[in-house]
């Protein structure tokens, strides 16, 4: 499933593209059955539209439930990070900061998908800081929804060194567990994805 959804997130199957299983078994060598399973799952993350007796399609990305989602988002992380400054341990937030870096080299390489999988890990590792098992599972189902989205913001070079220096700030204000300043950066780290976003999908339209 991770293979087709990255194939969706990062624009190789773009919106309204059917999804033709005997194609895409071949390109991922797998079997047809666990195929499907992966189409339906993904249609629960909103990547994937079922169509009554004519298959699948990639779907298309709704504004208004995207931004949203990234509302919910913004106040959960804004939450974790509060959470986080007062509990997660020295060793948390290192481990955090070593993604961080590792984040900056992939950045400094042009390797936009490798940098992705580093700033999705930060995100999550930063919620489960928390400590809070309940906020870090509605989290991730919301993040599911919005990841082909958090993909499409950095494919502006503008946005994505912004999105860089942003991180700086935030890893920041967390290694000072500054709670105030953290729960800002955070909520205005999704507020810029999302006008990002926004701008792009009214340019492709």
Not at 50 to 66: F, I
Not at 80 to 88: D, F, H, N, V, Y
């Amino acid at each position: 499933m991770d293979r087709l959804r990255d194939l969706i997130v990062q624009g190789e199957l773009a919106p309204g593209v059917r999804l033709n299983e005997r194609v895409l078994s071949q390109r991922l060598a797998i079997s047809r059955t666990p195929l499907r399973e992966a189409i339906k799952l993904l249609a629960t993350e909103g990547l994937v539209e079922l169509l009554p007796n004519r298959g699948a399609v990639v779907a298309a990305m709704d504004s208004a439930r995207l931004a949203e989602t990234l509302q919910a988002m913004g106040a959960l992380e804004a939450l974790a990070g509060e959470l986080a400054c007062r509990c997660a341990s020295a060793e948390t937030i290192a481990a955090i900061r070593r993604l961080h870096e590792e984040m900056l080299e992939m950045h400094a390489r042009g390797d936009l998908a490798g940098y992705f999988r580093h700033n999705q890990a930060i995100h999550l590792s930063l919620v489960e800081a928390s400590g809070n098992a309940v906020l870090a599972g509605v989290y991730r189902q919301l993040n599911a929804n919005v990841r082909r989205a958090r993909y499409m913001a950095n494919l502006s070079k503008e946005r994505w060194d912004a999105a860089v220096s942003e991180h700086e700030h935030i890893l920041a204000a967390l290694e000072a567990r500054n709670v105030s300043e953290l729960q800002a950066l955070l909520r205005d780290h999704l507020a810029n994805k999302l006008a990002s976003v926004l701008t792009g999908l009214e340019k492709a339209a």
